[in-house]
């Protein structure tokens, strides 16, 4: 089992950048992909960002150009910086892991984003 800990939400103005952090409790191998979730309030929690253990990445088209996911496997860490934040880009931001080992999806519990316009 994984505990994932996100942070690095906040309130920040419309235009800003976010770097929001997903650390996990113990060394993560063999990854199946590790990536960030949104939900704002009344809607259904939507995929933002993924990368495969192979390491290739997936956008939503929401934020292409915009966002950038990475991981840091040593540190044991999934990133994602957010530019020219947008209003409609606040939500609560997920973590979310699954592991090839048992292809089980771990989640964190997520970290507040707040674009103010």
């Known amino acids: 089992q994984v505990h994932l800990v996100e942070s690095g939400g906040g309130l920040v103005q419309e235009g800003g950048s976010l770097r929001l952090s997903c650390a996990a409790s113990r060394q993560i191998f063999r990854v199946s992909n590790w990536g960030w979730y949104r939900q704002a309030p009344g809607k259904q929690r939507e995929l933002v960002a993924l990368?495969?253990?192979?390491?290739?990445?997936t956008y939503a088209d929401s934020v292409k150009g915009r966002g950038t996911i990475s991981a840091d496997l040593a540190e044991n860490r999934l990133y994602l910086l957010l530019n020219n934040l947008k209003p409609e880009d606040t939500a609560n931001y997920y973590c979310?892991?699954?592991?090839?080992?048992?292809?089980?999806?771990?989640w964190g519990q997520g970290t507040q984003v707040t674009v103010s316009s």
């Open positions: 990368v495969t253990g192979d390491g290739s990445k």
């Open positions: 979310k892991i699954r592991l090839l080992r048992d292809l089980r999806d771990y």
